[in-house]
């Protein structure tokens, strides 16, 4: 396979960030979210201590499902007309009062847990929740091993989302249950190693709040051969100092609102509180901590499994944050997460989507013995777009971006029209100062065409050679692989083209995004074109494209030759490095190979405004033969990097034209039409 040396830098994309297609095709097609009802189904799975009962499969509406039928009914009349539009612009234009609130996410959660609590008895046992849907085809096993509560809700929120990437199991430890913890702990093994029995190849998630998390840790430690991943939101060997407050008689509200004020400032549920967790029942989950915590922590050297790690910065009543750190430095596959504004029962707040985090966590979501960056990608929801537009809402404010397309006759039109639908598609063009055109871009695609862009991007968004050290943490371009980025390599572009995707390749990589001073709009291209004999192999559509404007934002002041002149900078630049790892250019010599990693310093300026400009798209549909040809092959690379130089000077001379182009004027009109109208430009 050959050998692709270019890549973006991503580092534009900023935000917090399930289609019914497993395809990593860009056009996609995605279901209304069913309504929000809870209903479970019911196994007979019981602890091996206990006489098995009849096994039966019920349903339990808990909130009725009467009062939604008129509504459901509504919404099929119209289900038509919605599913020729856009879901991700339906997404964006959805009022705020549109989205759940944590009050009802609570409401449900408590709501739940009266009807467990109602009839309540017997060993403990699994339920599956039925509102989670139809699911991808070969979806991994995802099973939820509760905190202190024991009822096994703490999910709810995440049904409907998880629902479409896992079947969900979760684990309902009765109120009056006194199994301990070993036994908990062979309940869930004997699951575990009957479902990965039937089926050796696919996963299985544990996930796991406070003692759930404990929990999670034993059974892995004690089955290093079984295909296992771990979720641990803030880990239960914390919990530990919890035990005195309890045994002093610290009463039960002050203990749970220690845990989570976002509970305890709802008065009225005080009482299912109490009846959730009567004072009996918490000092044994509190008792069964000690054990938990030391049984799962003399056994950590031998967890193998893969684990992301959930923290909290705002668990007032336990050190989550800490032990979080812990457990990164102490397991060899681990991810840490933080969430600094979080209390402790991470699953029941506002604002946190557990699929998004393992959609976005390297790596982590696979249907299989290993991951695929092709095959196990889920492509972004309409909500999580919005995460990426809301976060970015300012900066596209500001850039106010142009984006021009040429059609198959020829002509240049305003919006992206001329950009294939079907793919494959090959973008290929210049990458601007930090990668900042890829915003405006991505999120363009999305809502004009409903085109989904898979990047070819830098390892770095991907992969660190120490744990700990002075580059930014890989949580911070969790949106980034959320929206389809993949490290630069010919096995990936292969495999997206493979897929019939729409792939973006910067063939100037990162030496093209952190250029020097004065080297804006100049292409550091390797001599070489792989990639065009690439999509050439399946007749992909290669689309040239230029970029402008960040030359009206920032302006570099002190680039990587200044920093090398100073020692102390220049041993910076070289732990920047060697942290970094692989080494994309590494068969290349001179200026062209050097990837260093350096951080320029750059001065704002007034924003201007950017400006895309998509060439007309290039056919390789039946050239295969020719341009297996090494000197054919270079032909149309050398045509096509002319192209991309062309619609930069193009791009560069039109704009001086544009009479909005500074963001006062921008500004003004927007005053005078209304902020969400289009900003004019100059005439094509």
Known sequence: MSTVTGGCLFTAVHCCVMPSSLSSTSKLKLQPPPTPTL????????SAETTPLKTETTTTNLNGNGRFKKKREEEAETEGEKEKQNPYVLEIEKKEIEFTSSRKGLDAYFEGCRNFIKSDGGP????SPLECGSRLDNSPLLLFLPGIDGVGLGLCKHHHTLGRIFDIWCLHIPVKDRTPFLGLVKLVERTVRLENYQSPKRPIYLVGESLGACLALAVAARNPDVNLSLVLSNPGDSLRMAMDNAVKGIPLHQIIGGLSKDVIAMSSHLNDLTALLPRETLLWKLQMLRPASEFANSRLIAVKAQTLVLSSGKDQFLPSEEEGQRLFRALPKCENRKFNDSGHFLFLEDGIDLATIIKGSVAFYRRGMYHDYVSDYVPPTPSELKMLYESNRLFLLATSSVMLSTLEDGKVVKGLAGIPSDGPVLFVGYHMLMGRELAPMITQLLLERNILLRGLAHPLVFMRKKKEGRLPPLSDFDPV????????????????????????????GAREAVHRKGEQYKLFWPEHSEFVRTAARFGAKIVPFGVVGEDDFGEVIFDYDDQMKFPCLREDIRRYTEEEGIKVRAQINGELGNEDMHYPWILPKLPGRFYYYFGKPIETEGRELELRDKDKAQELYIQIKSEVEKNLAFLKEKRESDLYRNVVARLAYQAMHGFTSEVPTFEI
């Not at 692989?481 to 100037?508: I, W």
């Open 39 to 46: 209903r479970f189904a019911v196994s007979g799975q019981i």
């Open 481 to 508: 692989r959320v929206m389809g980025a993949v490290p630069v390599s010919g096995t990936n572009l292969f495999k997206l083209l493979s897929a019939k995707a729409h792939v973006l390749l910067y063939p100037g």
């Open 124 to 127: 403990p046992r699994w339920f």
